[in-house]
Each structure stands twice: as structure tokens, then as C-alpha cells.
């Protein structure tokens, strides 16, 4: 699967949106873009994915470009408890995802 | 509840010793994997495997060892062959059918530090 490439960190003040860019210019049409975070020392968690339309669940928005090249995971009302690292990941179903070093996110009172 | 468990939460290690750590999920997920993570680094993929008693090596296999016996278990096994075992390891399921797959869900990780 491709790669992406997320800025290292970012801060939010504490309810405010938090918008987390991700580029993935070499994406494939069958690759999904999935994101997931990562609060310290513990186990990703899922938050989100989507192929081609912008999607929206409890969690967060997904806004892809229309060529599919960039993205934004947006939490609408950031928390203290948002504090985390934030993965984009691309997969096809491929078994070798690239994980990079993601976005810390720091949410400021 | 469904989940993925990993155990020990933490493990401590002489050199020169074997250490297994386990991962068992009760999802019916075929596909399962596990991933080392360095302080301040992504996820790097060691081993995976899409059906009982078949896996594949990933990236960092080496010093590395699994089974698949049975579909709800995935074992790694850190050998003393692995040069700096001191790391975090997540182990990780999720459906395979046909190619067709969700996303990935988790355990809580493994803390293992070679004394």
C-alpha cells in the first residue's frame, strides 16, 4: 500500500475543531483512507474510513478530495481525552500497512 | 464483550531468554498480526497470518516466531535471536473474506523490557 504523509504535531484548544491533514498523492483506486488513533501506551483504535465520499460517524468527519490525493479527519469539539497520536492509512487489503509516525495531536485546556 | 487480548500487559526479560506473548481475539476474525513499536516510532509489522496454520513474515520477522494453531490465537514468541527485543508489542485482527477486509482492531499491548 502507499504511503502517506502527516504533519508531526499539532495543537487544538479544547473545544475546537481539530482538522488533521493527510496527503496521499500515489493513492490507488481501491485503497480506502482509514484513520486511526493512538492514545499512550495503548492499542490504536479505529475512528474512521472512506474511499471517495466525505463520511461522518460519532467520532469525526472525513473530507477526501475529489482526486482523492489529500484528506481531513475533523473532530468537531475537541477534548482533553482527543490528546493523541493520529494515523492516516491507506489499504487496499493489502497486509502490510505503513503506519508512519502519524500526528500528535495535543488538545490545550 | 468481543475484543482482543493481549497478555502480559508487562514482561520483564534476562538476554539470552525466550519470552512468548499472547494474543487471543473472540471476533472470528481470520486475518491477525502483530506490530512492534518504538518509543517515538509508527508501527512496523513482524508477522501475519490469514488462516489457520499459514503466516507470513513482515518487515522485522527476524528474531522472531508465531503459530496459528487455532483461529482465536496468534502466540509470538521474542527469541534470544532478536539483537534489541525491548519494545512495545501490538498484536491486531480483522476479517479477510475474499480479499475484502475492515479495519484493524487492537489489543492493549505488550510491554516487554531485556534486563
Known amino acids: 500500500d502507499a504511503k502517506t504523509t502527516q504533519p508531526p504535531s499539532m495543537d487544538c484548544a479544547e473545544g475546537r475543531a481539530a482538522n488533521l491533514p493527510c496527503n496521499h498523492s500515489?493513492?490507488?483506486?481501491?485503497?480506502?483512507v482509514y484513520w486511526y488513533r493512538q492514545i499512550h501506551s495503548q492499542g490504536p483504535q479505529y475512528i474512521i474510513h472512506?474511499?471517495?465520499n466525505n463520511e461522518t460517524n460519532e467520532m469525526a468527519s472525513l473530507i477526501i478530495t475529489e482526486d482523492r490525493k489529500s484528506s481531513t479527519l475533523i473532530l468537531p469539539h475537541a477534548t482533553l481525552r482527543d490528546t493523541a497520536v493520529y494515523y492516516c492509512?491507506?489499504?487496499?487489503?493489502?497486509?502490510?500497512?505503513?503506519f508512519g509516525t502519524g500526528t500528535r495531536l495535543t488538545v490545550i485546556p | 464483550d468481543g475484543g482482543i487480548t493481549q497478555s502480559p500487559k508487562y514482561l520483564f526479560r534476562k538476554e539470552g531468554q525466550n519470552v512468548t506473548l499472547s494474543c487471543e481475539q473472540n471476533?472470528?476474525?481470520?486475518?491477525m498480526y502483530w506490530y512492534r513499536q518504538d518509543p517515538g516510532q509508527g508501527l512496523r509489522l513482524i508477522y501475519y497470518?490469514?488462516?489457520?496454520?499459514?503466516?507470513q513474515k513482515g518487515d522485522i520477522a527476524e528474531g522472531y516466531s508465531v503459530s496459528r494453531e487455532k483461529k482465536e490465537s496468534f502466540p509470538l514468541t521474542v527469541t534470544s535471536a532478536q539483537k534489541n527485543p525491548t519494545a512495545f508489542y501490538l498484536c491486531?485482527?480483522?476479517?479477510?473474506?475474499?480479499?475484502?477486509?475492515?479495519?484493524?482492531?487492537f489489543g492493549e499491548g505488550s510491554r516487554l523490557t531485556v534486563l
Open positions: 491486531a485482527s480483522r476479517n479477510w473474506a475474499g480479499g475484502f477486509t475492515g479495519e484493524l482492531f
Open positions: 500515489t493513492i490507488s483506486g481501491n485503497e480506502y
Open positions: 472512506g474511499l471517495k
Open positions: 492509512i491507506l489499504d487496499g487489503g493489502a497486509n502490510n500497512l505503513f
Open positions: 471476533l472470528n476474525h481470520d486475518a
Open positions: 497470518s490469514q488462516i489457520v496454520n499459514d503466516f
